[in-house]
């Protein structure tokens, strides 16, 4: 189906093209929304796992989560022992909760990732903001963790 809309003011136009039948149609149907059915279904039972990147900076570890769409107050952060684990919820905009859609690209629900620091880490000073969609937590290692440079001689 073609949809036209010639000015804003007017009413969508729509051109039905003929329906073709072919015997591989209900694999082409099952197929072409794979995606979005597999996408809903993850997310209601599983949720997701947000993108990360971890690297080191200055001698801090540095953890980045791609956690787009989420309040910060929806994420909990927790250090048991040297595992941080994040967690939080995407919920969906209550404003299109009740649309109906036509191809969801996009994840929702609870997500959970884990990581296990080293024992190089000062617990008292991890540091966690939340911007533009990116969770940044940094992590700073103790002062005598840091390497040093001897001199021989």
């Known amino acids: 189906m073609v949809i036209r809309v010639t000015s ?9 093209k003929p329906y073709m039948q072919t015997p591989f149609r209900v694999f082409e149907d099952f197929f072409n929304d794979w995606m979005a059915r597999t996408a809903r279904a993850g997310n209601s039972h ?5 993108s990360v990147d971890i690297y080191e900076r200055e001698g801090d570890l540095v953890i980045k989560a791609d ?4 309040d910060e107050k929806a994420i909990d952060l927790k250090l ?15 404003e299109t909760e009740k649309s109906t859609f036509y191809q969801v690209e996009g994840f929702y629900g609870n997500f959970s990732r884990s990581f296990r620091l080293p024992d190089s ?6 540091t966690a903001k939340c ?3 990116v ?5 700073p ?12 001689g």
């Open 67 to 70: 956690i787009p769409g989420v």
């Open 131 to 133: 911007g533009n969609g």
């Open 141 to 152: 290692s103790k002062p005598e963790a840091q390497p040093r440079t001897i001199k021989v």
């Open 46 to 50: 599983e949720g997701y796992r947000p």
């Open 8 to 16: 804003s003011n007017a009413k969508p136009q729509t051109d039905e």
């Open 135 to 139: 969770l940044t937590v940094t992590v």
């Open 121 to 126: 880490i000062d617990a008292d000073k991890i």
């Open 80 to 94: 048991e022992g040297n595992v941080l684990t994040i967690r939080g919820e995407r919920k969906i905009d209550p």
